[in-house]
Protein backbone atom coordinates (compact mmCIF):
# COMPACT_ATOMS: atom_id res chain seq x y z
CA UNK A 1 0.00 0.00 0.00
CA UNK A 2 1.35 3.74 -0.62
CA UNK A 3 1.95 5.95 2.02
CA UNK A 4 2.28 9.66 1.60
CA UNK A 5 4.40 11.96 3.33
CA UNK A 6 3.10 15.58 3.92
CA UNK A 7 5.14 18.60 5.30
CA UNK A 8 3.01 21.23 6.54
CA UNK A 9 4.34 25.06 6.47
CA UNK A 10 2.22 27.15 8.56
CA UNK A 11 -0.49 27.59 5.81
CA UNK A 12 1.48 26.07 3.01
CA UNK A 13 1.93 22.31 2.90
CA UNK A 14 2.57 19.88 -0.15
CA UNK A 15 2.04 16.03 -0.32
CA UNK A 16 4.26 13.64 -1.99
CA UNK A 17 3.37 10.03 -2.46
CA UNK A 18 5.75 7.03 -1.76
CA UNK A 19 7.19 5.42 -4.70
CA UNK A 20 7.97 1.94 -5.63
CA UNK A 21 11.83 1.52 -6.20
CA UNK A 22 12.82 2.07 -9.78
CA UNK A 23 13.39 -1.08 -11.74
CA UNK A 24 16.96 -0.20 -12.18
CA UNK A 25 19.15 1.43 -9.87
CA UNK A 26 21.49 4.57 -12.01
CA UNK A 27 25.28 4.83 -11.45
CA UNK A 28 26.56 6.86 -8.64
CA UNK A 29 29.02 10.00 -10.10
CA UNK A 30 32.07 10.59 -8.57
CA UNK A 31 32.24 14.11 -7.73
CA UNK A 32 35.99 14.80 -8.45
CA UNK A 33 38.74 12.55 -9.62
CA UNK A 34 40.27 9.69 -7.64
CA UNK A 35 43.50 10.81 -6.12
CA UNK A 36 46.52 8.28 -6.09
CA UNK A 37 46.99 8.95 -2.24
CA UNK A 38 43.74 10.39 -1.95
CA UNK A 39 42.67 9.01 1.73
CA UNK A 40 37.94 10.57 1.20
CA UNK A 41 36.38 10.25 -2.31
CA UNK A 42 32.93 12.47 -2.76
CA UNK A 43 29.98 11.10 -4.95
CA UNK A 44 26.18 11.24 -5.31
CA UNK A 45 23.21 10.07 -7.78
CA UNK A 46 22.34 6.98 -5.70
CA UNK A 47 18.71 5.99 -4.65
CA UNK A 48 17.81 7.52 -1.31
CA UNK A 49 18.22 5.01 1.42
CA UNK A 50 20.23 2.46 -0.23
CA UNK A 51 22.98 0.88 1.36
CA UNK A 52 26.46 1.81 -0.46
CA UNK A 53 30.10 0.15 -0.04
CA UNK A 54 32.86 1.16 -1.82
CA UNK A 55 35.15 -1.82 -2.15
CA UNK A 56 38.61 -2.54 -3.69
CA UNK A 57 38.55 -6.09 -5.17
CA UNK A 58 37.46 -7.93 -2.15
CA UNK A 59 37.92 -5.58 -0.01
CA UNK A 60 35.69 -3.47 2.00
CA UNK A 61 36.91 -0.19 2.22
CA UNK A 62 33.95 1.57 3.89
CA UNK A 63 30.06 1.50 4.00
CA UNK A 64 27.42 4.13 4.21
CA UNK A 65 23.45 4.56 3.92
CA UNK A 66 22.87 7.16 0.81
CA UNK A 67 20.32 10.55 2.10
CA UNK A 68 20.47 12.57 -0.60
CA UNK A 69 22.97 14.63 -2.70
CA UNK A 70 26.86 14.45 -1.70
CA UNK A 71 28.18 11.57 0.03
CA UNK A 72 31.39 11.02 1.23
CA UNK A 73 33.43 7.75 1.73
CA UNK A 74 37.17 6.84 3.48
CA UNK A 75 39.50 5.21 1.17
CA UNK A 76 43.12 4.22 1.76
CA UNK A 77 45.97 5.44 -0.36
CA UNK A 78 45.68 4.15 -4.14
CA UNK A 79 48.63 2.76 -5.34
CA UNK A 80 47.91 0.38 -7.56
CA UNK A 81 44.11 0.34 -7.86
CA UNK A 82 42.49 0.53 -11.45
CA UNK A 83 39.29 2.36 -9.77
CA UNK A 84 37.36 1.70 -6.37
CA UNK A 85 34.04 -0.10 -6.88
CA UNK A 86 30.56 1.96 -5.43
CA UNK A 87 28.20 -0.73 -4.73
CA UNK A 88 23.94 0.32 -4.47
CA UNK A 89 22.89 -2.15 -2.49
CA UNK A 90 18.11 -1.91 -1.95
CA UNK A 91 15.84 -3.50 0.22
CA UNK A 92 14.38 -5.44 -2.27
CA UNK A 93 17.87 -6.77 -3.17
CA UNK A 94 18.78 -5.07 -6.21
CA UNK A 95 22.26 -3.74 -6.53
CA UNK A 96 24.13 -1.97 -9.06
CA UNK A 97 27.80 -1.55 -9.18
CA UNK A 98 29.69 2.15 -10.94
CA UNK A 99 33.72 1.94 -11.02
CA UNK A 100 35.58 4.86 -10.64
CA UNK A 101 38.05 5.44 -13.12
CA UNK A 102 41.90 5.34 -12.25
CA UNK A 103 43.22 7.37 -9.61
CA UNK A 104 44.88 10.39 -11.23
CA UNK A 105 48.69 10.53 -11.42
CA UNK A 106 50.32 12.05 -8.39
CA UNK A 107 50.45 15.87 -9.03
CA UNK A 108 54.01 17.70 -8.80
CA UNK A 109 53.13 20.42 -5.92
CA UNK A 110 49.24 21.65 -4.29
CA UNK A 111 48.32 25.03 -4.24
CA UNK A 112 47.50 26.59 -0.76
CA UNK A 113 44.82 26.28 0.96
CA UNK A 114 42.20 29.00 1.38
CA UNK A 115 40.61 30.25 5.08
CA UNK A 116 37.36 31.69 4.07
CA UNK A 117 36.58 34.99 6.34
CA UNK A 118 38.61 35.95 9.61
CA UNK A 119 39.60 33.60 12.35
CA UNK A 120 38.93 35.11 15.25
CA UNK A 121 39.13 34.38 19.19
CA UNK A 122 36.86 31.68 20.57
CA UNK A 123 35.97 30.41 17.15
CA UNK A 124 36.44 26.47 16.62
CA UNK A 125 35.87 26.08 13.21
CA UNK A 126 37.43 26.99 9.84
CA UNK A 127 35.92 27.43 6.03
CA UNK A 128 38.53 26.30 3.67
CA UNK A 129 38.52 26.48 -0.28
CA UNK A 130 40.91 25.38 -2.72
CA UNK A 131 41.19 21.89 -1.31
CA UNK A 132 42.81 18.88 -3.53
CA UNK A 133 40.90 15.64 -3.29
CA UNK A 134 41.16 13.59 -1.28
CA UNK A 135 44.13 15.32 0.57
CA UNK A 136 45.05 15.65 4.06
CA UNK A 137 44.77 19.01 5.59
CA UNK A 138 46.79 19.77 8.14
CA UNK A 139 47.03 22.22 11.05
CA UNK A 140 49.37 23.81 13.26
CA UNK A 141 49.06 26.39 16.50
CA UNK A 142 51.52 28.77 17.05
CA UNK A 143 54.19 25.65 15.50
CA UNK A 144 52.67 23.05 16.88
CA UNK A 145 50.20 20.78 14.52
CA UNK A 146 46.89 20.48 16.42
CA UNK A 147 44.72 18.66 13.64
CA UNK A 148 44.43 16.78 10.41
CA UNK A 149 41.27 16.21 8.49
CA UNK A 150 41.09 14.26 5.16
CA UNK A 151 38.90 16.42 2.95
CA UNK A 152 36.77 14.93 0.08
CA UNK A 153 36.25 17.97 -1.69
CA UNK A 154 37.55 21.53 -2.98
CA UNK A 155 35.53 23.77 0.05
CA UNK A 156 35.20 22.50 3.39
CA UNK A 157 34.30 23.50 6.74
CA UNK A 158 36.64 22.16 9.47
CA UNK A 159 35.00 22.19 12.88
CA UNK A 160 35.78 20.58 16.39
CA UNK A 161 38.88 22.56 17.42
CA UNK A 162 39.73 24.34 20.61
CA UNK A 163 38.71 27.55 20.93
CA UNK A 164 41.43 29.56 18.94
CA UNK A 165 42.96 32.17 21.02
CA UNK A 166 43.61 35.83 20.35
CA UNK A 167 47.29 36.40 18.64
CA UNK A 168 47.70 32.87 17.92
CA UNK A 169 49.42 31.67 14.96
CA UNK A 170 47.43 29.53 12.49
CA UNK A 171 49.24 27.67 10.02
CA UNK A 172 47.30 25.47 7.39
CA UNK A 173 48.75 23.44 4.84
CA UNK A 174 47.92 20.01 2.77
CA UNK A 175 49.28 17.02 1.35
CA UNK A 176 49.19 13.81 -0.07
CA UNK A 177 50.39 11.01 2.39
CA UNK A 178 50.66 7.42 0.69
CA UNK A 179 52.11 5.93 3.73
CA UNK A 180 52.64 6.45 7.18
CA UNK A 181 52.61 9.93 8.71
CA UNK A 182 55.79 11.92 7.65
CA UNK A 183 57.47 9.53 5.94
CA UNK A 184 54.52 8.71 3.50
CA UNK A 185 54.42 12.65 2.65
CA UNK A 186 54.33 12.65 -1.73
CA UNK A 187 53.55 16.68 -2.08
CA UNK A 188 52.97 18.89 0.18
CA UNK A 189 51.43 22.56 -0.35
CA UNK A 190 53.04 25.57 0.93
CA UNK A 191 51.16 26.81 4.30
CA UNK A 192 48.80 29.46 4.50
CA UNK A 193 49.35 31.48 7.95
CA UNK A 194 47.26 33.83 9.87
CA UNK A 195 46.90 35.23 13.19
CA UNK A 196 44.13 34.75 15.22
CA UNK A 197 41.57 38.52 15.79
CA UNK A 198 40.01 40.16 18.34
CA UNK A 199 36.25 38.99 18.47
CA UNK A 200 35.16 42.70 18.08
CA UNK A 201 35.35 42.42 14.54
CA UNK A 202 32.15 40.11 14.16
CA UNK A 203 30.23 41.21 11.10
CA UNK A 204 26.62 42.76 11.12
CA UNK A 205 24.49 39.89 11.24
CA UNK A 206 21.73 39.76 8.14
CA UNK A 207 17.79 38.36 8.92
CA UNK A 208 16.88 36.62 5.85
CA UNK A 209 13.32 37.86 5.19
CA UNK A 210 10.78 37.20 4.69
CA UNK A 211 9.95 35.52 8.03
CA UNK A 212 6.24 34.77 9.91
CA UNK A 213 4.58 35.89 12.76
CA UNK A 214 4.42 31.99 14.32
CA UNK A 215 6.39 29.82 15.44
CA UNK A 216 8.87 29.14 12.41
CA UNK A 217 12.77 28.91 11.50
CA UNK A 218 14.39 32.02 11.15
CA UNK A 219 17.16 32.00 8.86
CA UNK A 220 20.26 34.19 9.81
CA UNK A 221 23.73 35.09 7.27
CA UNK A 222 26.60 36.75 8.26
CA UNK A 223 27.16 34.93 11.66
CA UNK A 224 30.25 33.86 13.54
CA UNK A 225 30.55 30.46 13.55
CA UNK A 226 30.59 29.23 17.46
CA UNK A 227 29.48 32.65 18.75
CA UNK A 228 25.80 33.07 20.83
CA UNK A 229 23.01 34.59 18.66
CA UNK A 230 20.92 36.95 20.59
CA UNK A 231 17.28 37.43 19.41
CA UNK A 232 15.17 40.59 20.15
CA UNK A 233 11.69 41.29 19.34
CA UNK A 234 11.49 45.62 19.84
CA UNK A 235 14.82 45.44 21.84
CA UNK A 236 13.44 42.62 24.78
CA UNK A 237 15.43 39.04 25.14
CA UNK A 238 13.39 36.50 22.91
CA UNK A 239 16.21 33.99 23.56
CA UNK A 240 19.69 32.78 22.18
CA UNK A 241 21.51 29.98 20.48
CA UNK A 242 24.64 28.86 19.05
CA UNK A 243 25.65 28.71 15.29
CA UNK A 244 27.84 26.23 13.68
CA UNK A 245 28.23 28.04 10.60
CA UNK A 246 28.46 31.31 8.61
CA UNK A 247 24.44 30.59 7.88
CA UNK A 248 21.97 29.17 10.11
CA UNK A 249 18.46 28.65 10.85
CA UNK A 250 16.95 28.97 14.41
CA UNK A 251 13.60 27.73 15.92
CA UNK A 252 11.90 31.07 17.60
CA UNK A 253 8.65 31.73 19.21
CA UNK A 254 5.77 33.59 17.83
CA UNK A 255 6.03 37.12 16.77
CA UNK A 256 3.47 39.45 17.35
CA UNK A 257 2.21 41.64 14.40
CA UNK A 258 4.36 44.86 14.31
CA UNK A 259 7.08 43.26 16.29
CA UNK A 260 10.70 44.07 14.89
CA UNK A 261 12.81 41.23 15.36
CA UNK A 262 16.83 42.19 15.71
CA UNK A 263 19.87 39.68 15.96
CA UNK A 264 23.37 40.24 17.78
CA UNK A 265 26.00 37.59 18.50
CA UNK A 266 28.16 37.22 21.32
CA UNK A 267 31.97 36.00 21.14
CA UNK A 268 34.36 36.03 23.81
CA UNK A 269 32.59 38.52 25.75
CA UNK A 270 32.42 40.60 22.54
CA UNK A 271 29.00 41.85 20.75
CA UNK A 272 28.70 41.84 16.76
CA UNK A 273 26.67 45.09 15.56
CA UNK A 274 22.57 44.95 15.77
CA UNK A 275 21.22 43.59 12.40
CA UNK A 276 19.04 45.77 10.81
CA UNK A 277 15.22 45.12 12.30
CA UNK A 278 13.23 43.04 10.69
CA UNK A 279 9.04 42.74 10.89
CA UNK A 280 7.23 40.01 10.20
CA UNK A 281 4.86 39.16 6.93
CA UNK A 282 1.35 37.66 6.48
CA UNK A 283 1.73 34.02 6.26
CA UNK A 284 -1.31 34.13 3.84
CA UNK A 285 0.78 33.19 0.51
CA UNK A 286 2.88 30.52 1.70
CA UNK A 287 4.83 28.13 -1.34
CA UNK A 288 4.80 24.32 -1.14
CA UNK A 289 7.92 22.40 0.43
CA UNK A 290 9.92 20.06 -2.07
CA UNK A 291 11.27 17.17 -1.14
CA UNK A 292 13.52 14.86 -2.77
CA UNK A 293 11.43 11.40 -4.21
CA UNK A 294 10.18 8.96 -1.32
CA UNK A 295 11.10 5.51 -2.18
CA UNK A 296 9.47 2.18 -0.20
CA UNK A 297 13.43 1.52 1.71
CA UNK A 298 13.16 4.73 2.77
CA UNK A 299 13.86 6.18 5.89
CA UNK A 300 15.22 9.68 5.52
CA UNK A 301 14.14 12.97 3.83
CA UNK A 302 15.54 16.01 2.84
CA UNK A 303 13.22 19.31 3.05
CA UNK A 304 14.02 22.59 0.52
CA UNK A 305 12.25 26.07 -0.15
CA UNK A 306 13.44 27.30 -3.18
CA UNK A 307 17.27 26.95 -2.98
CA UNK A 308 17.62 26.82 0.42
CA UNK A 309 17.92 22.94 2.50
CA UNK A 310 15.46 23.26 5.73
CA UNK A 311 16.48 19.71 7.05
CA UNK A 312 16.73 15.95 6.92
CA UNK A 313 14.40 13.72 8.03
Excluded at 141 to 161: K, N, P, Q
Excluded at 238 to 245: C, D, H, N, R, V
Excluded at 297 to 308: E, M, V
Amino acid sequence: MSKKLTQMQVNGHSTHLVQPIPATLSDLTPRAPLATCGRRIAFEGGLPGAEIEVTDGATVLDTIDYVYGAAWARVPPMLQSAGVHLVQNSCNGQTRTTITPPPNNMPTSLFKPIIWGKLLECMTSVDLDNIAPGATVIMHRDGVESARFDCAEVIATWSGHKPFVKGEEITIHQEYICGGKEDGRAVASGPNITNVQDASQMKKPVVLEPICPDAVLVTIANLTPGARVLFMADGQPLGYSETPSVTHSFPLPKLNAGHKLTVQCELCSKVSPVSDPVEPQPDTNLIGLDASKMYDDRARARLWRGQSEIRAL
